[in-house]
Each structure stands twice: as C-alpha cells, then as structure tokens.
C-alpha cells in the first residue's frame, strides 16, 4: 500500500522536496513506515525526527490526516494514508 | 477606561461595523497594552497590524542594529537606518502611522531578567522571536500570569499559529515539549509571508482583545504557501505538562 509523507520547515529543507509517498507492506504501524521513508533519505533527516535510540524527537508531530498519533500508536496504516511531519518554527 | 474620541471613531469608522466589535471592542483595543516579542518579520508587520487597530499601547522588545540581511522581511524598517537599533526605527514607524496610540520601545530581548516584569504589565503577549528558549520563556510567564500568549513561526514558505490561553488551551510545552535539534537561527521566508502570519497573529490577538469572532483554540493552524494549503490541526493539554500541568 501506499502512504505519503508530507514534509514541513526545516524537514523538507534537508529532504529537498515537500513530500514523499512510499510503498510499505499493508497494516504497517507509523513506526514501520518511518523506518521505510529513511531508508531513501540521508542521515541528516534522519536526526531531524529520530533520537538516537531512534525514539521520535520531542518536537516533531506525526499528523495523520488530520489528527496527530503518537510514535508509538500500533494501529494500521491505510492505503493512502498522508502523514504529516511537523517541525515547529519560529519568528525572526 | 479611557474613552474614544472623536477622532478615534474617524480614524476607526471602518473597523467599528466589524460584527461583535464595535464601539465597546473598539475600547478595549485602546485600553489594551500589547507586549511584541521582536520588531522583526513578524513582530515588525504585526504591530503595525496592533497599531493600525487602535491598540492602545505597544511594548516592544528588540536588541539589535538594522542589518541588510534584515531588510527583506523587517518591514518597519528603512534601507536609510542601517546600523540603527531596530527599536528606535520600529518607534518612529509606528509613531509616524499612528501617534494617538503609545509605544515603549526596550532595546534588548526577552530574557529571565526582564520577562516577568515585561509581562505583568502586558495583558497580551505577541511571541514573534526567532529562539525556542525565548519562545518558552514568554509561554512559562504567560502560562504563570494567565495572560493569553499568540505565538507566531515560520519556515520558507511556511507558517503555524497557536492561540496560548491558560487554562483553556494547551500551551506550547504541551505542544512541543523541547526545541528542535539542530535548529539554525537562519532559515529561508520571504517577507510575504512573514507578513501574512504577522497579520493572521494580529487578527487572533484582535479577537481575542475585543472579543468578537471565534479565535483559534485548542488547534494549531499550519499554512503551506507553497501549496496554499491552510490546515488546523487539534492540539491537546497534556496533563503532565511540567508548564501548565497543575493549572
Ligand atoms: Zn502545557
């Protein structure tokens, strides 16, 4: 199935895009589909969501849709599901 | 409460037909002090916003000299006062626009050494700083002296709002419980779109003041302006919150 992940600030500055959609096996977790995403992406965005236990970073949101999920939430992904990786932001 | 004059209900003829606002909401802007974190992209064109609604008095707080890296975004500033505090030129842009209102400029940022006093004479707070530290800083006073706290960011093309009430909403620690990593005080934005959060921060802050419309609670609001996508996305208090936990 296929789900897409939707980048914000400084995230889709290191990706270089705004978003990336990505096959993963049906009923995967947002933690196995988080692990797919960073296998196409380099170590630099990787430590902009995980920590290094690769624990999701405090500041980062999972949106899904419209509704934020934890890292942890053990429910199935859908096909077609959009998942939004918030980094907050600031003024200046 | 100071009263509007006449040329008050001139100069605010348009704004008073505002449904909800009025002449009443018009009286609370004038008797509102606003304090504005940074006169910069977004607290620049955001209390220009304050001012041109009749806020009564503005409190800005900014250290730093006009550079040219500042001048595509910092709108109350001019090219002529390069090397000039920032606070001063915002002062006499404001002034100049609109000299019934009042503005007290501090020529430094907002630290542990001033937050306190700074806010307890505020009764809103404009988080437009570009430091996590300083934004949490005015989130643990704000939260502390139950003053709502309208905080502002951007990123590129970009933007989140967050309407802060205590004991209403969550505030920004129950949102974002530690800073990004890896976070650079420099970051691509236009002034286009510094401008567009500045003016959204203003509006909420306006409602919220007066007292009309439907302020953004419990949500977040993230622009795209890329894509031109606006989205709210609910936001929860957590009850663990070491900020707003036990309130
Ligand atoms: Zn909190």
């Known amino acids: 199935m296929k789900i897409k992940f939707v980048f914000t600030s400084q995230i889709s500055l290191i990706a270089k895009k705004n978003d990336q959609s990505i096959e993963v096996v049906d009923n995967s977790s947002i933690q196995t589909a988080i692990m797919e995403l960073l296998k196409s992406n380099s170590q630099e965005f990787k430590e902009l969501i995980l920590d290094q236990h690769d624990q999701l970073l405090p500041a980062i949101l999972l949106i899904k849709n419209d509704d934020q999920i934890s890292f942890d939430d053990k429910s199935s992904l859908k096909d077609g599901d959009e998942i939004m990786l918030f980094s907050p932001m600031s003024g200046g | 409460m100071k009263e509007l004059t006449d040329e008050d209900l001139k100069i605010y003829e348009w704004q008073l037909d505002i449904p909800g606002h009025g002449v009443e909401g ?64 915002a002062y006499e842009t404001l002034k100049r626009f609109n000299p019934n209102i009042e503005v007290e400029i501090i020529n430094s940022n907002i630290s542990e050494d001033n937050v306190e006093e700074l806010i307890e004479r505020s009764d809103i707070v404009f988080d437009c700083a570009p430091l996590f530290e300083e ?79 439907e302020p953004l609670m419990n949500k977040m609001l993230y622009i795209n302006t890329q894509t031109l996508e606006f989205k709210k996305i609910p936001i929860t208090k957590k009850t663990n919150c070491p900020t707003c936990g036990t309130i």
């Open chain 2, 135 to 213: 934004r949490f800083l005015m989130n643990r006073e704000c939260v502390k002296q139950k003053k709502p706290l309208v905080d502002c960011g951007m990123y590129s093309m970009e933007g989140q709002l967050i309407n802060i009430i205590p004991g209403k909403t969550p505030c920004l620690n129950c949102i974002f419980p530690e800073k990004p990593p890896h976070w650079k005080r420099k970051f691509p934005v236009f002034g286009a779109v510094s401008t567009l959060l500045a003016s959204l921060g203003a509006i909420e802050g306006l409602k919220i003041i007066s007292g009309f419309g």
């Open chain 2, 26 to 89: 018009q009286k609370k802007l004038k008797n509102c002090v606003a304090l504005i974190s940074r006169t910069g992209g977004l607290g620049g064109p955001l209390a220009f916003q304050l001012a041109s609604a009749g806020v009564g008095k503005l409190i800005l707080a900014h250290g730093g000299d006009l550079k040219h890296s500042d001048l595509n975004r910092q709108i109350l500033m001019k090219h002529d006062d390069i090397g000039k505090p920032r606070c001063e030129i």
